[in-house]
């Protein structure tokens, strides 16, 4: 069985940091691409980054400079490291483990997902 299991969110103020971990078991890690996406209060499941199984990071518009996705396959853990946070940052993030090897914008990409951790960006 596979499972996704995320942690790292919290409440900070605008201009903080944060960094999200998403440990993955029951599969093997490093053959995957990752990817986390969020949710916001209100409005639909949205990408923020992924990342292949060699490394190669992409990410949406708006966290370009502000985000980094990196993964350890040691550890079978990715990490998405959020700076300069911003009230619109508010979300839900989750994990979500591809069905390919490649990385993906896309959510039907992606057959494996975390229960999600709270983000919450005050100013």
């Known amino acids: 069985q596979v499972q996704l299991v995320e942690s790292g969110g919290g409440s900070v103020q605008t201009g903080d940091s944060l960094r999200l971990s998403c440990v993955v078991s029951g599969r093997t890690f490093s053959m995957y691409g990752m990817g986390w996406f969020r949710q916001a209060p209100g409005k639909g499941r949205e990408f923020v980054a992924s990342?292949?199984?060699?490394?190669?990071?992409i990410y949406e518009e708006s966290v370009k400079g502000r985000g980094t996705i990196s993964r350890d396959d040691a550890k079978d853990t990715v990490y998405l490291q959020m700076d300069t946070l911003k009230p619109e940052d508010t979300a839900v993030y989750y994990c979500?483990?591809?069905?390919?090897?490649?990385?993906?914008?896309?959510?039907?990409?992606?057959?494996?997902w975390g229960q999600g951790t709270r983000v919450t960006v005050s100013s």
């Open positions: 979500a483990a591809s069905k390919f090897s490649w990385w993906s914008r896309n959510a039907v990409d992606y057959r494996f």
């Open positions: 990342i292949d199984n060699s490394g190669e990071p």
